[in-house]
T-cell receptor, first 112, second 112 residues
Framework: QKEVEQNSGPLSVPEGAIASLNCTYS??????FFWYRQYSGKSPELIMF????GDKEDGRFTAQLNKASQYVSLLIRDSQPSDSATYLC????????????FGSGTRLLVRP | EAQVTQNPRYLITVTGKKLTVTCSQN?????MSWYRQDPGLGLRQIYY???????DKGDVPEGYKVSRKEKRNFPLILESPSPNQTSLYFC???????????FGPGTRLTVL
């Protein structure tokens, strides 16, 4: 079982819709969770981070964390074509100092 | 401007010819890391460093070396590159455990 799992997609949504990206992780003791956006050939850039159970909102983005279910998600409201990218979920594992484990990413396509 | 820089950005070389990819950060971060990214495999950690003179292996260290003689620099050394090291390489830095990582622009390496 992979430590951090994401559906590779592509997830296709129409412009203006809500895109929902999901991630599950195996280390129950994980404390820090990150969502990165990566355009093709570019470096990952941080979208959101979340440490506590529940929802965290930042503009059009909402991160949701459920530690009991070992599940973290990213909602993108009012999706725009410029949101089309690969979204990487990353989890800071408790069993390794400073080690951030990345999922293989979900490709999002927003149709105009 | 706070940033992580990598050089070169693109490199084509031949099997067995030693090369170094430099990485530098100007944010006084303690933690630095190298990743490689391959299609379908996501970001995999090669080596990381928690501080000057402190380095450790990541998930895919074979064929690579690193050093951390200064806080700001973390070069990646390929002593005898092979075609299976053809990949997109990212350097990243972080203020510490549990914090986000800031990525450099990437180095696309081709080994013929």
């Amino acid at each position: 079982q992979k430590e951090v799992e994401q559906n590779s997609g592509p997830l296709s949504v129409p412009e203006g819709a809500i895109a929902s990206l999901n991630c599950t992780y195996s280390d129950r003791g994980s404390q820090s969770f990150f969502w990165y956006r990566q355009y093709s050939g570019k470096s990952p850039e941080l979208i959101m981070f979340i440490y506590s159970n529940g929802d965290k909102e930042d503009g059009r983005f909402t991160a949701q964390l459920n530690k009991a279910s070992q599940y973290v998600s990213l909602l993108i409201r009012d999706s725009q074509p410029s949101d089309s990218a690969t979204y990487l979920c990353a989890v800071n594992m408790m069993d390794s100092s400073y080690k951030l484990i990345f999922g293989s990413g979900t490709r999002l396509l927003v149709r105009p | 401007e706070a940033q992580v820089t990598q050089n070169p950005r693109y490199l084509i070389t031949v099997t067995g010819k030693k090369l170094t990819v430099t990485c530098s950060q100007n944010m006084n971060h303690e933690y630095m890391s190298w990743y490689r990214q391959d299609p379908g495999l996501g970001l995999r950690q090669i080596y990381y460093s928690m501080n000057v003179e402190v380095t450790d292996k990541g998930d895919v260290p074979e064929g690579y070396k690193v050093s951390r003689k200064e806080k700001r620099n973390f070069p990646l050394i390929l002593e005898s590159p092979s075609p299976n090291q053809t990949s997109l390489y990212f350097c990243a830095s972080s203020p510490g455990q549990g914090y986000e990582q800031f990525f450099g622009p990437g180095t696309r390496l081709t080994v013929l």
